[in-house]
């Protein structure tokens, strides 16, 4: 545990040294500073009156490689955040983190570019898929209206399913039978990208 001589709101760490507290055999607290072994004095914790008071625990930070970085999905393209880039100070560095951190909200942050350009590769088959729809949205307050959308078989085949429009589920729909056959033909490469991949 490091710890800073403090007191109230005003600190005196230019002029205190950096304390280390230990356990001592008894299980009694130590302070003693960071080479202590070079001291011949300690201090034991139990000996000084509001203690709290007078001294705080020093948070470690934990310090990032500069080789740190991470790939993104950005206007179409794989781009790469590297944190190099923001050590200029410990506010630029803080707005590295602040990225990272609001990249994984989104699912947008990769830490190989292999990973990137894969969820990349998805979006597109998945976005030209949607294309061959037609803009064709299904009516959900029909449930006589059939759709269709397609699957990845365990046989390693591009199929479909017919169904009514009674459950919402996370597929992209088709109004008929001939535009997904139609879609099949023309694009079973990004079919087969955006029933197979796997997060």
């Not at 500073?33 to 705080?56: A, G, L, T, V």
């Not at 990225?99 to 830490?111: A, D, L, Q, R, T």
């Not at 390693?156 to 429009?165: F, H, L, N, R």
Request: hydrophobic letters at 30%; glycine letters at 4%; a negative charge.
């Amino acid at each position: 545990m490091k710890l800073e001589k403090t007191h109230k709101n005003e600190t005196s760490r230019e002029f205190t040294p950096e304390l280390n507290a230990t356990e001592n055999n008894d299980r009694s607290m130590i302070l003693a500073q960071k080479e202590w072994d070079k001291h011949m004095y300690e201090i034991d914790i139990s000996d000084i009156e509001n203690f709290d008071e007078w001294f705080e625990e020093v948070k470690e930070i934990k310090k990032i490689d500069l080789a740190e970085h991470f790939f993104i999905i950005l206007g179409g393209r794989v781009d790469i955040i590297k944190f190099i880039n923001y050590t200029y100070s410990d506010e630029t560095e803080q707005e590295y983190i602040k990225k990272k951190e609001e990249c994984k909200s989104v699912g947008n942050c990769f830490e190989t570019r292999e990973e990137a350009e894969k969820y990349l590769k998805y979006l597109k088959a998945k976005a030209i898929i949607k294309k061959d729809t037609k803009g064709f949205r299904p009516d959900w307050g029909n449930e006589n209206e059939i759709l269709f959308y397609g699957y990845w078989d365990l046989k390693g085949k591009i199929s479909y399913s017919e169904v009514v429009a009674i459950c919402k589920e996370p597929q992209i729909y088709f109004k008929s039978r001939v535009d997904i056959e139609e879609s099949f033909k023309k694009h079973p490469d990004e079919w087969r990208t955006y029933l197979t991949y796997e997060q």
